[in-house]
């Protein structure tokens, strides 16, 4: 048989290929993630681990706010690239080269290559990430029912990558300063481009590009955005959006016009998609892909607290001493990638067994609830703060439950949206839907940082509470208009219908 027919436990040996490609990728990531804000603001002499840029808290974490943002961002030009140039497997190769070169340059001291590192990397990672992940769609044929349980074992290595990474990194920069923990990064990013390259034989079916014979068949981006000048409506839409925009820039400064004017971008677009859609079959499961991606904006604004206001909570008001030892802040970060690890296949395994008894719950039915379990982790966050403004200290088992929600939400909502959209978008989108989604998690990112900026003015237990009421009232609607929103896929995820 061929060499891309092979399997290993079950799923196509690509899968393994892309797992352990994404592992290093998300190595790379989250340890250099893990450092930039520490090292934007520690001071520019006297640390131990190397002179830091000397930056105050608020330029370090809007820069980090941005920089989350855009990451996830340029998935939506890395899926067009994809979709239209040179096909998914080509663009990862390529990302990944770049990822290679951005942690390389971010080992040098020099300002200049700090930003042009978190430059390439912003490119690198919008490149790999959308397309890596839509190949694992590709891996399987229309109507597999492996290929949720495939995408929850990418998800393994995914948040396989993210632990090591937050272990080994964060010692490397305690004994070898900034600069090595940077080069870390980049070593492993060296061994994903090395594994990738290695794995090809077993990829030659996926991420392909086509080239159509039919002109039908290729996205025209310039004839789409053309049309908008012509179609009334859409324009009149668009136009008030840009102007929106403009209020945007004028009250907000710089930074949000340009982000509303992005929206307004990807908004423009998605309507002139919507509109040269073959059917209305296609149109209504577009429509039911649109709105998941609200609830994904939703469920990462709340989730990303993690990284910082439950971050600085933690190391603030925390009892962290166990058995007479402080738990290190960092620590917890871990532990999100840790519940990942252990609860990835028994989660998926649940959806299984009720599959084989025909009662498997729909992808939207799981989001949504990814919404409300993920909520009931900020009322642990809830009961902590009580307990601080009580007792002046909280409990750390209030966290560890608090992630522990987190997370299983996560492995309800993130794991499964890629899936739902392999399932979902017309194969020519593909790359571009993916490159959405992504974008939608980056806006979550941003949201997230602006509800956690807020926590100084409203105080954590007003956040926190906020927070739980609001995702589990938009959970609680999204089940409620779930029958509807079921029927507009038109049994997109029913094994014995094709998509296309
Ligand atoms: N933690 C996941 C990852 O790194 C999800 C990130 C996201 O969807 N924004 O892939």
């Not at 370090?60 to 989350?68: D, E, I, R, S, V």
């Not at 296949?345 to 084989?356: D, E, F, M, Y």
Request: proline share 2%; aromatic share 14%; charged share 15%.
């Amino acid at each position: 048989i061929d060499k891309h027919e092979k399997e290993l436990f079950g799923h196509p040996v690509g899968l393994y290929i892309l797992f352990f490609t994404e592992m290093w990728e998300r190595f790379s990531y989250y340890g250099m993630r893990a450092l930039l804000t520490l090292y934007m603001t520690t001071a520019t002499i006297g640390d131990d681990r190397g002179p830091g840029l000397g930056w105050s808290e608020t330029d370090a974490l809007a820069l980090y706010g941005w920089y989350t943002m855009l990451v996830y961002v340029m998935s939506i030009p890395g899926g067009m690239i994809a979709d239209k140039l040179i096909g998914q497997k080509k663009s990862v190769l390529i990302g990944a080269i770049v990822l290679c070169l951005g942690h390389g340059v971010l080992v040098l001291t020099d300002t200049w290559a700090f930003y042009t590192g978190l430059g390439l990397v912003i490119l690198g990672v919008g490149l790999l990430k959308p397309n890596i992940s839509t190949m694992v769609g590709g891996l399987y044929k229309q109507g597999d029912i492996r290929r949720d349980k495939g995408f929850s074992i990418f998800y393994i290595g995914i948040n396989l990558g993210s632990l090591l990474a937050t272990i080994f990194v964060a010692l490397v920069v305690a004994k070898k300063g900034w600069h090595a923990g940077f080069g870390l990064a980049g070593i492993a990013m060296v061994l994903g481009l090395v594994v990738y390259i290695w794995g090809q034989q077993f990829l030659t079916h996926v991420g392909n590009h086509e080239v159509s014979v039919n002109k039908d068949e290729e996205v025209s981006y310039g004839q789409l955005y053309g049309d908008l000048l012509t179609s009334k409506p859409q324009f009149l839409i668009t136009l008030l959006l840009v102007l929106a925009s403009g209020l945007g820039w004028y009250f907000m400064g710089w930074g949000y016009g340009m982000l509303f004017l992005f929206i307004t971008g990807i908004a423009a677009l998605m309507m002139m998609i919507y509109k040269e859609l073959p059917n209305k079959v296609y149109q209504d499961r577009f429509m039911v892909l649109l709105l998941s991606f609200i609830m994904v904006i939703i469920f990462w604004g709340a989730f990303e607290q993690a990284g910082g206001l439950m971050n600085l909570y933690t190391d603030e008001k925390t009892n962290r001493m166990l058995l007479g030892m402080e738990i290190p802040t960092v620590m917890f970060q871990s532990l999100n990638a840790a519940f990942i690890i252990i609860f990835a296949t028994i989660v998926a395994g649940i959806w299984a067994k009720r599959k084989l008894k025909g009662r498997e719950a729909g992808s939207l039915f799981k989001m949504a609830l990814g919404i409300i379990i993920m909520g009931f982790g900020f009322l642990f966050m809830v009961f902590a703060a009580l307990e601080y403004q009580q007792t002046g200290s909280s409990n750390m088992l209030w966290l560890v439950f608090a992630y522990l929600f987190h997370t299983l939400g996560e492995l309800c909502i993130s794991p499964v949206a890629l899936s739902f959209i392999t399932k979902l978008t017309p194969i020519k989108y593909a790359s571009l839907m993916m490159g959405v989604y992504f974008a939608a998690t980056g806006l979550g990112n941003k949201v997230a940082g602006i509800i956690g900026e807020s926590a100084s003015e409203y105080g954590e237990y007003t956040i926190f509470l906020g927070i739980f009421v609001f995702t589990v009232v938009i959970g609680g609607l999204f089940v409620a208009i779930m029958k509807p929103l079921k029927r507009l896929t038109h049994g997109a995820e029913d094994n014995e219908r094709d998509l296309v």
